[in-house]
């Protein structure tokens, strides 16, 4: 049986198309996890910073009401009082207190990011084994290719014959699981009241929906 041209010149293209595909495939993937890092992102800066730091604040307070070590007290001794090591210790106090909000704020942020992070490797993983497989593969899609005299037909057909519509079918349904759990669960964290006595159990419930992604999917 003799090949056509056509068929010949199909098969050649799908090669190159394939890797166009693939990079255009990661890119895709990238920026839609991109865009589920920065919901996230915007989610610790936006709710549970200004959470944690009002938190920590009021715990300050009522050690200051009750006359204890506090960062109030260090800074009405530096206002009242005025002096060299009055001042030094507001200034300490007010050092410890922003390097320790910052260091929870940003360890709540890398450990809900965790999850989304290990999501996308192995979705990018998976683009790449797929398309990969594929694309070495080429050789017999050209043998698939003798039996088929269109050239859009063949087409259709040999990506279907050799699975990738199903991959890529599935990627990109995993991706959009990602995003739409990811969505769900940060959607509360707007309406979420950071000054009451129920903000804590309501954040927590949306981390830890959150870092229970990789379970679910």
């Known amino acids: 049986m003799s090949v056509p041209p056509e068929t010949i010149k199909l098969s050649r293209t799908m090669g190159q198309d394939l ?34 730091i009002n938190f920590v604040l009021k715990d300050e307070l009522q050690k200051y009401q009750s006359k204890q070590s506090s960062l109030y007290g260090a800074i009405e ?12 210790e507001a200034m300490d106090v007010m050092f410890e207190f922003q390097e320790s909000a910052n260091n929870k704020i940003e360890s709540k942020r890398s450990e809900l990011l965790a999850p989304i992070l290990a999501q996308e490797a192995e979705v990018l993983a998976n683009i790449k084994l797929s398309y990969d497989n594929v694309i070495y593969g080429n050789g017999a899609v050209t043998n698939y290719l003798e039996s088929i005299q269109k050239m859009k037909k063949t087409q259709g057909q040999a990506l279907e014959g050799v699975g990738l519509k199903n991959i890529v079918d599935n990627v990109n349904k995993s991706m959009l699981n990602v995003s739409n759990f990811v969505s769900n669960a940060l959607a509360p964290g707007k309406d979420i009241d950071i000054k009451s006595d129920t903000a804590f159990k309501e954040i927590n419930a949306i981390f830890q929906e959150i870092t229970n992604i990789g379970k679910k999917n």
Request: overall charge positive; proline content about 2%; cysteine-free.
């Open 77 to 88: 001794a530096a206002g009242k009082i005025g002096g060299k090591k009055e001042t030094q």
């Open 19 to 52: 890797i166009v595909l693939q990079n255009s495939h990661r890119s895709l993937a990238e920026t839609q996890f991109g865009n589920i890092k920065k919901d996230i992102s915007t989610f610790i800066d936006d709710v549970y910073a200004p959470f944690i």
